[in-house]
């Protein structure tokens, strides 16, 4: 019996705020005089940490996305040019927020719906506004389920 692992997930455009990973450009200071094989050993980790990442990266994305981001120097560069695409401006990721919650403060569960259904749709949108950056509250999440339950639950 063979097993054979699912492929890696693709960046093909969305949802580039769960994607995002790189946050730093910074290169590993050099080597002190007389360094032990430890420390060189651990330089050369640190210093190849920055090409296995842009490998992971060419890898992990869609042809298309992979010729914006081909001649990127480093991963961070890569990133950005990704953020600045997909993700948008300040004021697009703002307006987005309020985009989400004004969906979020037009839920209402329907009557076909189990509490689970429901919940799962909430948490979407929650953890949307989240990964762009703001602050959700767990006790308005459950103040929102509990004030529009349908009258069957109460």
Same mark, same amino acid.
């Given at each position: 019996?063979?097993?054979?692992?699912?492929?890696?997930?693709?960046?093909?455009?969305?949802?580039?705020?769960?994607?995002?990973?790189?946050?730093?450009?910074?290169?590993?200071?050099?080597?002190?005089?007389?360094?032990?094989?430890?420390?060189?050993?651990?330089?050369?980790?640190?210093?190849?940490?920055?090409?296995?990442?842009?490998?992971?990266?060419?890898?992990?994305?869609?042809?298309?996305?992979?010729?914006?981001?081909?001649?990127?120097?480093?991963?961070?560069?890569?990133?950005?040019? =990704?953020?600045? $695409?997909?993700?948008?401006?300040?004021?697009?990721?703002?307006?987005?927020?309020?985009? +989400?919650?004004?969906? /979020? #403060?037009?839920?209402?569960?329907?009557?076909s719906e189990s509490i689970k259904q429901y919940s799962d749709r909430i948490?979407?949108?929650?953890?949307?506004?989240? =990964?762009?950056? $703001?602050?959700?509250?767990?006790?308005?999440?459950?103040?929102?389920?509990?004030?529009? +339950?349908?009258?069957? /639950? #109460?």
């Open positions: 019996m063979s097993f054979a692992p699912p492929p890696p997930p693709v960046f093909v455009g969305d949802n580039y705020h769960i994607w995002s990973v790189v946050e730093s450009d910074v290169e590993p200071p050099p080597l002190r005089a007389n360094p032990t094989i430890a420390q060189i050993r651990q330089h050369g980790e640190e210093r190849a940490k920055k090409h296995k990442a842009m490998a992971c990266l060419q890898n992990s994305v869609s042809d298309v996305i992979f010729t914006r981001i081909m001649t990127c120097g480093s991963p961070k560069q890569a990133w950005d040019r =990704l953020k600045e $695409e997909f993700m948008g401006s300040d004021k697009t990721r703002q307006q987005q927020v309020i985009n +989400l919650r004004r969906e /979020f #403060e037009n839920l209402k569960m329907k009557e948490m979407a949108i929650v953890n949307n506004i989240i =990964l762009l950056g $703001e602050d959700f509250s767990d006790n308005r999440v459950v103040e929102k389920v509990i004030t529009t +339950l349908p009258e069957r /639950f #109460e």
